[in-house]
T-cell receptor, first 116, second 116 residues
């Protein structure tokens, strides 16, 4: 089982729709969860982080965390063509702790295509 | 506040040459991570360093690759005797001193290495 799993996509949604990106993780003790956006040929950009169960909203983005189900998602409302990118889920794996080091593991990323 | 800086942005080497990639973390950040990304693939963790210490090099190939983060100056990822399979984007990320389970990493623009 992969430590952080994402569907590689592509996920295609029409402009204006809600895009839902999902991620599951294997380490039940994980504490911190991050979403990065990566445009083609560019570096990953941190767009959301969440630490507590529930929802966290920032503009058109909502991160949802369910630790019991080991599931984290990212919702993008009113999707725009400029949202077309690969979205990387990253998880701070609690189990790997050594003198202050908690390893962050990245999923493979989901490619999102917003169709005008 | 300058972000993570990497240079060079593009590097071309012939097989058998050495490649040196540099990374300067964000101000106030003492943790540096190196990742490799092949075209259309996910981020692969290589190494995690703090000043003068390698904390986790579990993702580094056993031969030809080395990394350092000296007390003064940037972190260096060194690839000796490069082969065509080393062609990839190499990203550096930095994070502040870890505390409270958070480990937000901020990425530099990357170095695109091409081996002829």
């Amino acid at each position: 089982q992969k430590e952080v799993e994402q569907n590689s996509g592509p996920l295609s949604v029409p402009e204006g729709a809600i895009a839902s990106l999902n991620c599951t993780y294997s380490d039940r003790g994980s504490q911190s969860f991050f979403w990065y956006r990566q445009y083609s040929g560019k570096s990953p950009e941190l767009i959301m982080f969440i630490y507590s169960n529930g929802d966290k909203e920032d503009g058109r983005f909502t991160a949802q965390l369910n630790k019991a189900s080991q599931y984290v998602s990212l919702l993008i409302r009113d999707s725009q063509p400029s949202d077309s990118a690969t979205y990387l889920c990253a998880v701070n794996m609690f189990g790997r702790w050594d003198g202050g080091y908690q390893k962050v593991t990245f999923g493979i990323g989901t490619k999102l295509q917003v169709i005008p | 506040n300058a972000g993570v800086m990497q240079n060079p942005r593009h590097l071309v080497r012939r097989r058998g040459q050495e490649a040196r990639l540099r990374c300067s973390p964000m101000k106030g950040h003492s943790h540096v991570y190196w990742y490799r990304q092949l075209p259309e693939e996910g981020l692969k963790f290589m190494v995690y360093l703090q000043k003068e210490n390698i904390i986790d090099e579990s993702g580094m190939p056993k031969e030809r690759f080395s990394a350092e983060f000296p007390k003064e100056g940037p972190s260096i990822l060194r690839i000796q005797q490069v082969v065509r399979g080393d062609s990839a984007a190499y990203f550096c990320a930095s994070s502040p001193p870890i505390g409270g389970g958070r480990n937000e990493q901020f990425f530099g623009p990357g170095t695109r290495l091409t081996v002829l």
